[in-house]
């Protein structure tokens, strides 16, 4: 049975170790510190794939990996987009599966010898990571989420995006400039003309995104480029120096780690 529309495949998401890479960047380095990126797969509009999330984590955690000694993962594709359900192709898990995945991803990880992890999370909507770090921070294990808000605000200013956090909630300037940048083909036509804006979305969890957007696009695509979206993830990057440094020494407080 052949389907009815062209599909068109993202490469590059899953890391090309093999398992001497893994030893011989994890020698001499302890605690050794793992990256996994957690997407979604949800709708951004008709003009960005259902696997943006997916992408934009991937393309930060292997910003990350192309400057720090970590070890990459392959990501988390499906997680929590149920404000996002009344749009076809949108497909989530529960938020009790998702903190599991994590949980069982980092336990394997500490059985192996790695002893820190890095959740790079690209989709907003998945609240409950910030539960598992909190927790697992709590049990005394090596675990942190990134990026934080202020990261973001960072190479937002950094890269010279103009739409402030709040506005530029989904498919986006950031989205797009990222996906410009790191997947261009996969970019429609139609993100210069797709921009709308709904500051106010007090009640989002209880109506979801259908309430406050017909496209699915609640931003200004239209202000992305691949400049923009290559600034963002160095900034990215940068910001990452501290969270390493933390995990990685285990010494000092998140005040220092960010100086």
């Known amino acids: ?23 011989t960047r994890g020698a001499g380095v302890s605690p050794q510190v793992a990256v996994l990126p957690v997407g979604s797969f949800e709708q951004h509009g008709p003009f960005l794939p259902l696997a943006t999330d997916t992408l934009v984590a991937c393309a930060i955690a292997r910003e990350i990996a192309d400057a720090f000694p970590v070890h990459l993962l ?23 599966t998702l903190h599991a995945v994590v949980r069982d991803i980092a336990e394997s990880l500490r059985r192996s010898g790695v002893d820190a992890l890095v959740v790079v999370n690209g989709h907003g909507g998945n609240y409950v990571l910030g539960n598992v770090v909190q927790e ?16 973001w605000e960072t190479a937002r200013e950094r890269a010279g995006v103009v739409t402030s956090l709040l506005t530029d909630m989904h498919a986006g300037e950031i989205e797009t400039s990222i996906l410009l940048h790191a997947h261009p083909e996969l970019v429609r036509p139609g993100y210069e003309s797709a921009d709308f804006t709904a500051d106010d979305r007090r009640h989002l969890l209880t109506v979801g ?48 780690s960010a100086n």
């Open 1 to 23: 049975m052949s389907g009815s529309g062209a599909r068109t495949t993202a490469y590059g998401l899953l890391p090309g170790d093999t398992t001497e890479d893994v030893r």
């Open 74 to 96: 392959p990501p988390v594709t499906i997680a929590c987009s149920h404000e996002h359900a009344a749009w076809p192709g949108t497909v989530s898990i529960s938020s009790v």
């Open 136 to 151: 697992s921070s709590a049990r005394g294990e090596r675990m942190a989420l990134f990026p934080a808000a202020e990261d």
């Open 209 to 256: 995104m259908s309430a406050y957007t017909e496209s699915g696009v609640i931003g200004r695509p239209s202000l992305g480029s691949a400049e923009k979206g290559k600034q963002l993830l160095a900034s990215l990057a940068g910001s990452f120096a501290a969270y390493f440094r933390l995990l990685a020494s285990g010494e000092g407080s998140a005040t220092d």
